[in-house]
């Protein structure tokens, strides 16, 4: 093989990293201790990642699109920065020590758009949808620039960005941001012009799934209602409890509010991009003024996992669902302490109703 190409297609497989419910945390690693000849090129680099199992892939991705040869910014995993593990995070980019880490194509831009939330709403699957678009490109793992590594900067930041062509946007996704008090005003402050979607998702359940992310990495956890419950006599809600501070939308879009007109937000529902995920992203793609390219032809219902499920991701031509850590099962909580969290919740989800001019139908 002519060696540019060779170099390129090397670059291609390490870029092309996408999810994939047989590999940890979720993703592709595509770099390292392959079976197929340009993968093997890696094993001394990058010893950590998962195998591409197929490295005829790699002409699939060549093909497409001449828009998918300039660089791909490198995806991790979706779970590289989890919020609840602060210090755990891999590192954003793979190293490729001897091997070309970008290319001339395109520049690398800041975001004009950024998931902003929640967490557990479902903001991985919007994004890994979104990136089925030719124009979006976006970064796989969670950047959290806005709320932790603001002090690195900006170019900082723009340097994790993939390279973007003309009327391409780019993307990033951290749900922390929404529950950030400073994120607005730093937002704005790189570009107070940036599009901003919320994923929101009833927020009892929410509180259940985050408890539960938490629980699969720390087993000795406290029961949910010992948690959520400051006295299990009063029923009085422990609102310093994380999982129950984040779901209060309504206090946390009043701090963006200050900083952004409503018009820049776009609401999505976490329930409907399960349920409709192609109506979901036609709003998504209105919003962001992208042709609607992703459609029902892309999703199919994955009868195992119980969830939509991409006949076609980015960087891949096989069909692919969210990794184990998206859409796993809930322990059983007791039906009282859902209801007093449900009734905790009524008069916040009806002021975030009001201010987001969309009725969720979480009560
Ligand atoms: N298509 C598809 N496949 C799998 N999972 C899906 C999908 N669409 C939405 N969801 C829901 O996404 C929930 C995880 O939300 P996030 O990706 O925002 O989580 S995180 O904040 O990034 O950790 C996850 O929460 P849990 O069900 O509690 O695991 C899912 O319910």
Excluded at 164 to 189: H, W
Excluded at 304 to 311: E, R, V
Excluded at 315 to 343: F, M, N, T, W, Y
């Amino acid at each position: 093989m002519n060696e540019k190409i060779h170099l390129n297609v090397c670059h291609i497989i390490n870029e092309a990293a996408s999810v994939c419910s047989a590999c940890p945390h979720g993703a592709v690693y595509l770099a390292g201790g392959g079976r197929g000849r340009d993968v093997a090129l890696y094993s001394q680099h990058a010893p950590d990642y998962e195998v591409l199992d197929d490295p005829r892939r790699v002409l699939d991705e060549l093909r497409p699109s001449p828009r998918l040869l300039p660089e791909r910014n490198r995806t991790v995993s979706e779970d590289a920065a989890q919020v609840d593990a602060p210090g755990q995070q891999l590192p954003l980019h793979v190293p490729s020590p001897g091997l070309p880490v970008s290319n001339t194509f395109g520049t690398k831009r800041v975001p004009q758009a950024i998931i902003i939330g929640v967490k557990k709403g479902g903001t991985r699957a919007l994004l890994e949808f979104l990136r089925i678009h030719p124009d979006v490109r976006a970064v796989g793992a969670e950047p959290h620039f806005f709320d932790r590594f603001y002090d690195k900067g900006l170019e900082w930041y723009r340097n994790l960005m993939p390279r973007t062509l003309d009327g391409q946007i780019t993307m990033e996704k951290t749900p922390s941001y929404f529950v950030t008090k400073e994120a607005p005003t730093r937002v704005c402050t790189m570009n107070c012009q940036a599009k901003l979607i919320v994923v929101v998702r009833d927020p009892v359940t929410r509180a259940v799934s985050d408890y539960t992310q938490t629980l699969s990495k720390n087993p000795g956890l406290p029961s949910f209602q010992s948690l959520a419950l400051k006295n299990s006599t009063t029923g009085l809600i422990d609102t310093t409890w994380s999982a129950v501070r984040i779901g209060l939308y309504a206090k946390h879009l009043e701090n963006w509010l200050q900083h952004f007109p409503l018009s820049h937000f776009l609401f999505v529902s976490g329930e409907r991009l399960v349920s409709d995920p192609a109506g979901e992203m036609g709003r998504v793609q209105d919003f962001l003024g992208l042709k609607r390219v992703v459609s029902d032809k892309h999703f199919y219902f994955n009868q195992t996992k119980g969830f939509p499920c991409l006949k076609k991701p980015e960087g891949s031509s096989r069909p692919r669902c969210l990794g184990k850590s998206k859409g796993r099962p809930h322990p059983q909580i007791p039906a009282e302490v859902l209801q007093r969290l449900r009734d905790f919740y009524r008069p916040f989800n009806h002021r975030f109703y009001q201010m987001s001019g969309q009725d969720f139908g979480w009560d």
